[in-house]
């Protein structure tokens, strides 16, 4: 594939989702911090996601106005006078990061970019996948969340941007400068750079020889994946390293770049169906630093379903190494507990 191919995309993601990273880090400072707001009242968290969602359709529709967008909220909580004090707080914090586009929003048109957000997906054309904040509960607590972005073209992703605020720059120096940039676009590699400088840098999975030497990725909420599986599996496969738990696809990130080699999200329940902004922009990204990505019967993500991730069930992404590998002991495993 070109280089040039899906440059401008590429760029404008990039732009789009360090813009919306920096907001989240202003209502973490803001509100967070300085007013203690808890989850109860659905803020600051909401505030945040509300906010990013609009920086990031700003930045899309002023280059991409034809473009569908499939994001995570929609504006109902921010209508009518009820919704006012939210809606006031997040037009400020959406506009301080729309000083690059030179425009800003009104209290008419926070909603309606917010809402160009709804579309359905589907397995033609092309439309980008958004998740404003990835990760809620790691930004209340101060730790992992990403802002995450990609774009869809014919049920594949071509382009995939992630912002990892509180990610650090080198896992080796985790109280070292934190801000991290993930990119990748189909056919192009896989890409780390700084909030605090425009230099890309390659990066490449943990091509391990071992899978004594194999540390796993998992998710910190117990919801999320079955977390005793996964103990199963790692004694199968002879992982002895503790888990490396994170909230959000920062995880993905971390395997993008050696931290980590395996990252599980095993199902736990028969109905629930991934997002497919959950994890577009982490497959991609995963894919092009030498993984492999898919579910837990081996087959590749399908994002051409819709909203969700309906013809998959849970995901394992590893080194293409030892993928192959993970499955079958997954597998064994969610046969013997019946849940294959």
């Avoid at 199902?267 to 982490?282: L, M």
């Amino acid at each position: 594939m070109s280089a040039l191919a899906f440059a401008a995309e590429r760029t404008v993601a990039i732009h789009a989702v360090l813009a919306a990273s920096k907001v989240c880090q202003r209502v973490f400072t803001k509100l967070v911090n300085g007013e203690t707001i808890t989850k109860k009242d659905k803020s600051p968290v909401t505030i945040a996601d509300f906010s990013a969602q609009a920086v990031v359709n700003s930045f899309l529709h002023n280059s991409f106005p034809t473009d569908p967008i499939v994001g995570e909220e929609d504006s109902k909580d921010l209508q009518d006078e009820s919704g006012r004090p939210m809606r006031e707080k997040v037009l400020e914090l959406a506009n301080s990061g729309l000083g690059d586009l030179n425009t800003s929003l009104t209290e008419g048109t926070l909603i309606e970019t917010i809402d160009r957000g709804k579309f359905a997906g589907g397995p033609k054309g092309r439309m980008w996948a958004l998740d404003p904040i990835d990760g809620t509960k790691g930004f209340l607590r101060g730790e992992q969340f990403a802002v995450c972005l990609a774009l869809i073209v014919d049920g594949q992703v071509q382009v995939g941007v992630m912002g990892c605020p509180n990610l650090p720059v080198d896992a080796k120096d985790m109280d070292g400068e934190k801000g991290c940039l993930f990119i990748a676009v189909k056919g192009q590699g896989a890409f780390q750079r700084n909030f605090s400088s425009t230099t890309e840098v390659p990066i490449s999975m943990s091509d391990i020889r071992s899978m004594a030497d194999a540390s796993f990725c998992e998710s910190v909420e117990s919801g999320h994946s079955n977390q005793n599986h996964s103990a199963k599996i790692a004694q199968l496969l002879g992982i002895t390293k503790p888990p490396v738990r994170m909230d959000s696809q920062c995880k993905y990130c971390s395997l993008s770049r050696g931290d980590a080699e395996v990252y599980l999200r095993l199902p736990v329940s028969d109905t629930y169906e991934e997002k497919i902004w959950d994890h577009a922009s982490g497959s991609l990204l995963v894919s092009e630093a030498g993984g492999i990505v898919s579910d837990v019967h081996g087959k590749p993500l399908d994002f051409s379903k819709g909203r969700t991730l309906a013809a998959n069930s849970g995901v394992i992404a590893a080194h293409a190494s030892i993928h192959e590998r993970v499955v079958d002991v997954v597998q064994k495993v969610l046969f013997s507990e019946g849940k294959l």
